[in-house]
């Protein structure tokens, strides 16, 4: 049975599917982050367009290592856009438009506000 209904889609090449990812950047010494750098983009927002989207608090890593591990054939592009304390609602709203379109990604935000946002 397995062979007649999933067999058929193994040999198949499958299409990539792009992530953008919103949060508090990637941890590239971690383990899985490493294996698998050739499916990871990041650029750091914090202040202005860096280079460095380096995650000094595990969320954006661990958000990151979930969507890799679970989504097989992800290419994941890292936007750091706090430091993992609060998240500036305007930072958001400036860099998801043009991350994702510049991916073709959706964009994913795991991270909550501290406040209402007005």
Request: glycine share 8%.
């Amino acid at each position: 049975m397995y062979d007649k209904f999933v067999g058929l889609y193994e040999t198949k090449e499958v299409a990539k599917v792009k992530i953008a990812v919103l949060d508090t950047g990637l941890d590239m010494d971690h383990p899985l982050a490493a294996e698998l750098e050739n499916r990871i983009e990041g650029q750091g927002w914090i202040e202005e367009k860096s280079q460095d989207f380096s995650d000094r608090h595990g969320h954006g890593t661990h958000i990151a290592g979930l969507l890799l591990e679970y989504v097989e054939h992800s290419e994941i592009y890292i936007a750091k856009v706090t430091e993992g304390k609060t998240t500036d609602p305007r930072t958001i709203a400036r860099v998801s438009p043009i991350f994702g379109m510049r991916h073709e990604a959706p964009v994913l935000r795991a991270l909550g506000y501290p406040r209402r946002c007005r």
